[in-house]
T-cell receptor, first 107, second 113 residues
Framework: QKEVEQNSGPLSVPEGAIASLNCTYSDRGSQSFFWYRQYSGKSPELIMFIYSNGDKEDGRFTAQLNKASQYVSLLIRDSQPSDSATYLCAVNNDMRFGAGTRLTVKP | DAGVIQSPRHEVTEMGQEVTLRCKPISGHNSLFWYRQTMMRGLELLIYFNNNVPIDDSGMPEDRFSAKMPNASFSTLKIQPSEPRDSAVYFC???????????FGEGSWLTVV
């Protein structure tokens, strides 16, 4: 069974800080990686996807991929209380998700 | 453009009853996913279809669960007989052929008493 692992948290950061979320995966052949955000009581929504090693930036969000070490991370700069949610990592075409990391940004 | 549409949004049923959850994917999308989400187990992939064909059903928990996709615009997930441990939020999601993004429906909240 292909595994996607995330630290379930909770992770708490002060407003304005950088939040760092990590995800590891077991299938070395994985090619595509996704970060989703899920607010309480809502469905997951896509934040970013990344295919290539290195960094990909979109506004306050940066996804980092290291295929050799089999991890993908998400950095949220200038964290806001509205970023408080569960962040889910998904890998590859079959879209299996990690358990998610619950993030709280405190004002 | 309408998103993924699921029905019912909420269902409360008694143990032993049959439950049918329905999903209409986004028009033009060729992949459809069924997920189950609980606090304990997170977001689990149950089954996914590509061009109406089941590709991976290894996540289907047991024979009480079955899923069909008779055409590109409709899918069902059936639980028969239902049990209290089936209580969860069931999400349907669809994806187009580019493979970049899957879009989730709002979920069906199932409670089995």
């Amino acid at each position: 069974q292909k595994e996607v692992e995330q630290n379930s948290g909770p992770l708490s950061v002060p407003e304005g800080a950088i939040a760092s979320l990590n995800c590891t995966y077991s299938d070395r052949g994985s090619q595509s990686f996704f970060w989703y955000r899920q607010y309480s009581g809502k469905s997951p929504e896509l934040i970013m996807f990344i295919y290539s090693n290195g960094d990909k930036e979109d506004g306050r969000f940066t996804a980092q991929l290291n295929k050799a070490s089999q991890y993908v991370s998400l950095l949220i700069r200038d964290s806001q209380p509205s970023d408080s949610a569960t962040y889910l990592c998904a890998v590859n075409n079959d879209m299996r998700f990690g358990a998610g990391t619950r993030l709280t940004v405190k004002p | 453009d309408a998103g993924v549409i699921q029905s019912p949004r909420h269902e409360v049923t008694e143990m032993g009853q049959e439950v049918t959850l329905r999903c209409k994917p986004i028009s033009g999308h060729n992949s459809l996913f069924w997920y189950r989400q609980t606090m304990m187990r997170g977001l689990e992939l149950l089954i996914y279809f590509n061009n109406n064909v089941p590709i991976d059903d290894s996540g289907m928990p047991e024979d009480r669960f079955s899923a069909k996709m008779p055409n590109a615009s409709f899918s069902t997930l059936k639980i028969q007989p239902s049990e209290p441990r089936d209580s969860a939020v069931y999400f349907c999601a669809s994806r187009d052929s580019s493979g970049n993004t899957i879009y989730f429906g709002e979920g069906s909240w199932l409670t089995v008493v």
